[in-house]
């Protein structure tokens, strides 16, 4: 069974960290480039991050450049959103997914965990 399950969310002040795990299973891991997306109320997923497989090139959307941090444990199967100096608007439900190759792009991933909230208060 393929599981992406999510972990390290929670309520925290602005200025403040969380590190985000993503734990994947079922699946071949070395095969897929791993992203973080977020979800906020009434708000489209949006990409944040991703890793690739082949070799750990990251990526990061503009507004989290310099603030947050991918990386990989491919011993542990285990990809990392390391979030720095939060802001309320990095308020939202985080996902991570499995592609074959990075995209900020939704649909051409293939595999999703179920999410963990980040609430960031002001």
């Known amino acids: 069974e393929v599981q992406l399950v999510e972990s390290g969310g929670g309520l925290v002040q602005a200025g403040g960290s969380l590190r985000l795990s993503c734990a994947a299973s079922?699946?071949?891991?070395?095969?897929?480039?791993i992203g973080w997306f977020r979800q906020a109320p009434g708000k489209e997923r949006e990409g944040v991050s991703c890793i690739t497989s082949s070799d750990g090139s990251t990526y990061y959307v503009d507004s989290v450049k310099g603030r947050f941090t991918i990386s990989s444990d491919n011993a542990k199967n285990t990809v990392y959103l390391q979030m720095n100096s939060l802001k309320p608007e990095d308020t939202a439900v985080y996902y991570c997914g499995a592609a074959p190759s990075c995209s900020w792009f939704s649909a051409e991933y293939d595999y999703w965990g179920q999410g963990t909230q980040v609430t960031v208060s002001s």
């Open positions: 079922g699946f071949t891991f070395d095969d897929y480039d």
